[in-house]
């Protein structure tokens, strides 16, 4: 399980574990905070079809799906 810290994730690379539709290589390019500035959520992009996604950040623990870095 990948440790993390969620005021670290913005512009983080992550490497999609089992990939669909040749989307490999996403970024983090939002955070999503509530009222007391704790991250809820990030969007995620994918570099080649600058396809986005919006998914709990907790989620990117796992590394059946989620490996960090561009591997």
Known sequence: MNRLNPQKLLLSK???AQP???EKHFLVTELF????G????VELQAVLT??????DWQSLKN?????????
């Not at 905070?33 to 007391?36: A, L, S, Y």
């Not at 600058?50 to 998914?55: G, I, K, W």
């Not at 590394?63 to 591997?71: F, I, K, Y």
């Open 33 to 36: 905070r509530d009222e007391d």
């Open 50 to 55: 600058q396809r986005t996604e919006r998914l």
């Open 63 to 71: 590394n059946e799906r989620w490996l960090l870095g561009w591997q």
């Open 20 to 22: 669909q539709n040749r």
């Open 38 to 41: 704790t991250v809820l959520a």
């Open 14 to 16: 992550w490497t999609a």
